[in-house]
């Protein structure tokens, strides 16, 4: 699978409607499968922990949605003015947007997952600042063995240890994609860095 299909499928979702515009996702995903379907490449089905994390994605982001709603209607007996007003529903619409994207993305690496079955990952680990260099070595050494020790050594596979930086590259399925997800305490962040086709 080529970088640009990847990133079509790594790209920040719009929120769908049945019956409008096509969003440039759902684009994106059309022609996808009609390169799929010009090369053979059938969908796979999505498995029952598959199911799960994306049901877990969904119920995620509703929590969060939810959130912010209550902390929006909090602020509502404050409000003075329209002008007020108007600022507060625009933030909550922005909120509620970025919220879709971030839950329809984390979909969507999950299926893409599925499709091409494994992918290259780069891991951002939660280290704490220090000047000293061996310090620092030592921590992100500890931070990179906590994090394998954790994930289903079936489903991931190190590509990269890095030294000197906080982060760690792995070749993981959506399994491992999930587990990573779990481990707030030591992961910052997971970012795609492309697809590696099955054998």
Excluded: C
Excluded at 14 to 19: H, I, K, P, R
Excluded at 74 to 103: I, K, Q, S, Y
């Amino acid at each position: 699978m080529g970088k640009d299909k990847w990133a079509a499928v790594s790209a920040k979702l719009s929120t769908m409607s049945g019956d409008g515009p096509k969003s440039a996702y759902e684009l994106a995903m059309e022609r996808l499968r009609q390169k799929d379907k010009e090369a053979s490449v059938d969908d796979r089905p999505l498995t029952d922990e598959q199911k799960a994390a994306i049901a877990d994605a969904r119920q995620f982001y509703t929590a969060k949605v939810a959130e912010r709603e209550i902390l929006h209607q909090a602020a509502l007996p404050g409000v003075r003015t329209h002008e007020e007003l108007d600022r507060l529903n625009e933030e909550l619409r922005r909120d509620r947007e970025r919220l879709a994207t971030d839950r329809d993305r984390k979909i969507a690496e999950i299926r893409a997952l599925v499709r091409v079955g494994r992918a290259r990952v780069l891991v951002t680990l939660q280290v704490a600042e220090t000047g000293d260099p061996a310090q620092r070595a030592d921590a992100i050494g500890r931070a990179q063995d906590a994090v394998l020790a954790r994930l289903p050594s079936t489903h991931a596979s190190v590509v990269r240890r890095y030294e000197s930086i906080p982060l760690l590259a792995l070749e993981i399925d959506a399994t491992a994609l999930r587990a990573l997800e779990t481990m707030t305490d030591l992961v910052a962040g997971v970012k795609l860095d492309r697809a590696v086709k099955p054998q």
